[in-house]
């Protein structure tokens, strides 16, 4: 089966039907979500709107779904169904609420799916989208770090299309040139290094959620915020590299540049290192996978190097930054390693968001987890992932409760 990177370079799109495109957007209440419909709205293409998703926030999604005429709104979270009804009243808009909602709505034809919901709450959505043969947006990083393999092989089968547009990713799969991947030595993934690349560990340990989601140059949802401050955002990145380039763990480099211009970067055989620059702003990589085969007109900041003037670069700190060595280790390990450290990560931050354990603390409970919970079993079915997912929540929460348990702490 071709993997559905060379899928994705090798077909022309939009070949089949000649109307205008139909498309969804799952999580377009967050900041992808937001950024992907205002990169849509300034387009010159006129699209079609299927579903529009979100959460907690109906009243914007309301707003969103009567502005773009979309066939049906769905808030992931039950309780939300009346407030959404009532918001969309008389617009003709469908309403409906709750993971299986969310999942069917993610199911209807549409040639161009945005995935954009955080964490692994994405991953059902995202495979019902690609299960339909769309092209697939993939902002959404857990679906390749949990499932990888599976998600990429559900993707072959349907003939789904993947654009990465994580900014790294999408970087690199602008300069990758599939047609001579024996001759990639390697991909340099980019990292702003967060607010706290100059920090101690001391300083570090007494942070707030509030000073690690103050990103230096991106602004993003809160729990990637903090993800880019313990470095742990790089982690998933790496994996979620690995499964997409289809590169063995050694060849996935990672260097700290506090700019965020290089987004990243592919070595090859001779030499040649060939990277992607832009502004700091999502809408080039969401406008580049709207756009693809083609480019199109974004309206975003151009770089004035005269005025950038430096890019500078330096290793990452992998003893103030574990998240980067763990990542390897869950590489190295396979299966359902990815699964139960993101696993361990998402309950971790979300500990740390509600104050039940230091920001340090995050990378010792994913450690811990991955020591005692990780193996390496096929991570080949849904089953497998989300009982891998839960187990890794699990240990993890025993270790909130138990901090005495966690290195660090
Ligand atoms: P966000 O928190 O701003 O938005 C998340 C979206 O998902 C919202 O629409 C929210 O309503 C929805 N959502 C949250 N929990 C949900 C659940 N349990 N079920 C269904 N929907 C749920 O996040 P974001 O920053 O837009 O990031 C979205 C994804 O894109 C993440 O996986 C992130 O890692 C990735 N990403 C984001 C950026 C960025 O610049 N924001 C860059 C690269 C990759
Ligand atoms: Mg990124």
Known sequence: MPHPLAQARLTERRGA????????????????GVNTLDVVQHSTETAEVVALT?????????????????????TADPAKYADLKEALSGSGVEVAAGPMALEEAASLPADWVMAGIVGIAGLAPTLAAARTGATIALANKECLV?????????CSRSGAQIIPVDSEHNAIFQVFESRHHDAIERIILTASGGPFRTWTL?????????????????SMGLKISIDSASMFNKALEMIEAQHLFDLPPEAIEVIVHPQSVVHSMVGYADG????????????????????????????VNRLDFAELARLDFEPPDENRFPALRLAREAMATGGTAGAILNGAKEAALDAFIEGRCGFLDIAAIVESTLQT???????????????????????AAELINRPGKVASA
């Not at 039907?17 to 992808?32: A, Y």
């Not at 979100?54 to 769905?74: C, H, P, T, Y």
């Not at 001391?202 to 991106?218: F, L, R």
């Not at 390496?376 to 240990?395: F, G, L, P």
């Open 17 to 32: 039907s000649s109307g205008p495109r139909r498309i969804s957007v799952l999580g377009s209440t967050g900041s992808i």
């Open 54 to 74: 979100g959460m907690g926030n109906v009243d914007l999604l309301a707003s969103q779904a009567r502005q773009f005429k979309a066939e049906i709104a769905v």
């Open 146 to 154: 949990c499932a990888g393999e599976y998600f990429l092989a559900e």
């Open 202 to 218: 001391e300083e570090m340990a007494g942070v707030t959620p509030q000073s690690a989601a103050d990103h230096p140059n991106w």
């Open 272 to 299: 040649s290192v060939l990277a992607q620059l832009g502004s700091p702003d999502m809408r080039t990589a969401i406008g580049y996978a709207f756009a693809w085969p083609y480019r199109a007109h974004v309206p």
């Open 373 to 395: 919970r990780s193996n390496a079993s096929d991570a080949n079915s849904m089953e497998a992932i989300i009982e891998a997912d839960r187990i890794a929540r699990t240990y």
